[in-house]
C-alpha cells in the first residue's frame, strides 16, 4: 500500500511537472516558426529569446525609439514579445509608406482594450481596410466632417466662448483666481460633446459628466495585455482581472451611449429632429439609417463605437493637462 501512495505521489507531481518541463521547449519551436525564412528585414537591435525587445521600450516609448533609431537606422524591425513591429522614423520613408504602399500599412494594430470598448473594432480608425471601412469613412468625410458640417456647428463654439468669457469677467469681478488651461479644456470638451451627443461635459455644477468614466477608459487604453504581445499568454489577462476590469467599462460606455441613443429616438419620434443644419452627430446617423441612405448595414454597436472614437480622439487629445497650469488673477489697475 506504501509503494502505491508513494507511485500516486510521483505520478500526480510528473503529471504536474512534465507541461512546465515542455513550455519552453514549445516557446522555443513556436518562435522558429514565427522566423519566416530568410527574408530581408530592416536593422534590428539584439533581443532577447521570447520577450524579444520588450525589455528596451522604458516608460517613454517614442524616447525608447528615437534612441533605438538613432543608432539603428530611420527604419528599424522591433519584436515586441511576438508583435513584429516596423518603426519608421524618417519623413521620406513614412511619405513612401502613406503614399506609394498605403493600403499594405492600411490596417492599424488592434488590441485588447480597443476590441472590447469598441465592439469589436467597428469604428473607423480601427476597422480593417474593406468596404465597411471605405463606407464608414464615407460618412464621416461627406456626413460628419465635411467643411459645411463643421460650419453648421458655429453658433455652438459662439456660445460655448461666450460662457467662458462671462466666467472670467464673473471671477475678475470677485477677485478669484482662474485656471485658464483648465477652462480652455473644459471649452473643448464642451464643444465636442455638443456636437457629437447633443450634451456638454460640463455639468450644472460646474464638474464634469462622466468624468471618472472617462478617466478609466483613458487609463484601461494604455494598461498592459498579455494577450497583445503574447497571445498563447491571454489567459493570464484573466487571471490578473484586466479582462474583467475591461468588460465593466465597456458596460458603463454601452450604457451611457445607449441612453444617449434612446433620447434621441425619442425626440425624433416625437419632433421633426430639429433643424437639419444643426443636427448633432448621433442625430445624423440616426437619420441616415433611418432614411436608408446608406449603403451597408449600419447596426446599434458600430454607430457606439464611431461614436467613442469621435469623443476619444478629441476629448483625450484636448485633456492633456499642461505640466505647469496657466493661471489668470485680477490686479488692481493704476492708470
Known sequence: SLWKESHGVLAHTLHFFIPLLLLPLILLLLLRLNRGGNLNLPPSPPKLPIVGNLHQ??????????????????????????VPTLVVSSPEMVKEMLKSHDIVFANRARTTA???????????????????WKQVRRICVQELLSPDRVQS???????????????????????KQVNISEMLITVSNNIVFRTVIGQRNEGEDGKRRHGELWMRVME?????????Y?????????????????KRTFKDIDALFELVIKEHKDKMLT??????DKKNF???????????????????????AI??????SEVFGLSIHKKVPLYLAATPYYP
Open 220 to 228: 484601461e487604453l494604455a494598461c498592459f495585455s498579455f494577450r497583445d
Open 230 to 246: 503574447f497571445p498563447f499568454l491571454g489567459w493570464l489577462d484573466v487571471l490578473t482581472g484586466i479582462t474583467s476590469r475591461l
Open 153 to 175: 456647428f458655429q453658433f455652438l463654439r459662439e456660445e460655448e466662448v461666450d460662457i467662458m468669457i462671462k466666467k472670467i469677467q464673473r471671477s475678475c469681478l470677485e477677485g
Open 271 to 276: 419632433t421633426d429632429g430639429g433643424q437639419s
Open 57 to 82: 521600450i522604458g516608460s517613454l516609448p517614442h524616447r525608447s525609439f528615437q534612441a533605438l533609431s538613432n543608432k539603428h537606422g530611420p527604419l528599424m524591425f522591433l519584436h515586441l514579445g511576438c
Open 114 to 132: 480597443l476590441d472590447i470598448f469598441l465592439n469589436g473594432s467597428t469604428d473607423l480608425a480601427f476597422a480593417p481596410y474593406g468596404e465597411y
Open 282 to 304: 448621433v442625430e445624423i446617423l440616426l437619420q441616415l439609417k433611418e432614411d436608408g441612405m446608406l449603403d451597408f448595414d449600419l447596426n446599434q454597436d458600430g454607430i457606439k
Open 307 to 312: 461614436l467613442l472614437e469621435l469623443d476619444m
